[in-house]
């Protein structure tokens, strides 16, 4: 199990990281929009079902590379927080926003949740940012290490439900009106940028509290 200063932490930092609007807020905003409130949250639930399949693909693989070698996870942390940097930097130097492929619109809540569900799962930057993010956390000498990154995926993917389902429930008053506003977008652009570069630098230099 995770410690508590760990933990807190790790839910101080995820929720940073939500903070910043990406490609499946894009897509649970358009959806809340087009559908109301119930596509926004069944759109919503779908990325989470996304999210968690991730989830569960690190929870195995991260675990196995543990038993594996410690050098190796380590290497693997450090690859993590520099792409965290990688990913803010390039944020920072790019105008344009980022933009979801255009789906035909669904017509029910269950497509709607299907259509979720193909859009995180087909997203390569999921899975590789929970690979570069949770390992930040993991103590790999602890005992249960499998554990300590289901607790740390599916607490994200929990976080990442309550921010998205904000954004599902504010679309239909305000996401017009912010979605074409360039203020907006260049607060996006450096407040996510930064975040992002500020949280690889600390994630390279902290090192999770380790078991006796």
Same mark, same amino acid.
């Given at each position: 199990m995770p410690s508590l200063s760990t933990y807190a932490l790790f839910l101080a930092t995820g929720m940073a990281l939500l903070a910043?609007?990406?490609?499946?807020?894009?897509?649970?905003?358009?959806?809340?929009?087009?559908?109301?409130?119930?596509?926004?949250i069944a759109s919503v639930a779908g990325i989470t079902t996304g999210t968690i399949v991730h989830v569960t693909l690190a929870t195995v693989g991260l675990s196995s590379l543990i038993l594996a070698s410690t050098i190796a996870f380590d290497a693997v942390r450090y690859v993590g927080a520099a792409y965290l940097i990688f990913l803010?930097?390039?944020?920072?130097?790019?105008?344009? *926003?980022?933009?979801?492929?255009?789906? @035909?619109?669904?017509?029910?809540? !269950?497509?709607?949740?299907?259509? %979720? /569900?193909i859009v995180n799962l087909t997203n390569p930057k999921t899975i590789v940012f929970i690979f570069a993010f949770i390992p930040q956390f993991v103590d790999p000498h602890a005992r249960h290490v499998w554990l300590q990154v289901l607790i740390?995926?599916?607490?994200?993917?929990?976080?990442?439900?309550?921010? *998205?389902?904000?954004?599902?429930?504010? @679309?239909?008053?305000?996401?017009? !009106?912010?979605?074409?506003?360039? %203020? /907006?977008?260049?607060?996006?652009?450096?407040f996510g940028g930064s975040i992002l570069v500020g949280l690889g630098i600390v994630a390279a230099a902290w090192t999770p509290?380790?078991?006796s």
């Open positions: 910043i609007p990406g490609p499946a807020v894009l897509y649970v905003v358009t959806r809340s929009i087009e559908m109301g409130r119930s596509g926004g803010g930097v390039r944020r920072l130097l790019t105008r344009h *926003d980022e933009e979801v492929e255009q789906e @035909a619109v669904p017509r029910t809540r !269950r497509r709607a949740y299907t259509q %979720g /569900v740390f995926g599916l607490s994200f993917a929990c976080l990442g439900f309550l921010s *998205d389902s904000c954004y599902a429930f504010a @679309a239909g008053s305000i996401a017009d !009106r912010l979605r074409g506003s360039r %203020g /907006v977008a260049r607060f996006q652009r450096w509290h380790r078991s």
